[in-house]
């Protein structure tokens, strides 16, 4: 999935629909979430491009979070 990235600050509520495939190992600063193609993304790695966005069912960030930890997404 393409797009123009911008970041932003997510509402601890908002629904993340994209993450990103490439950058899967959790990165010392913390994730890069960002608005791409208007859904939430999530890239764990923070890194500023390079990503490949895959879909996910929507969630919000604490659960994506989680999910990842437990090896669900």
Known sequence: MGGMATTGPAA??????????????????????????????Y????ADDGHDWRSIDPRPRQQLESDIASGLV
Not at 26 to 36: F, K, N
Request: net charge negative; charged share 15%.
């Open 12 to 41: 601890p509520t908002a629904l993340i629909g994209l993450l990103c495939a490439a950058h899967r190992r959790q990165d010392p600063d913390g994730p890069h979430v960002t608005m791409v193609d208007g859904a939430w993304s």
């Open 43 to 46: 890239c764990a790695g923070h």
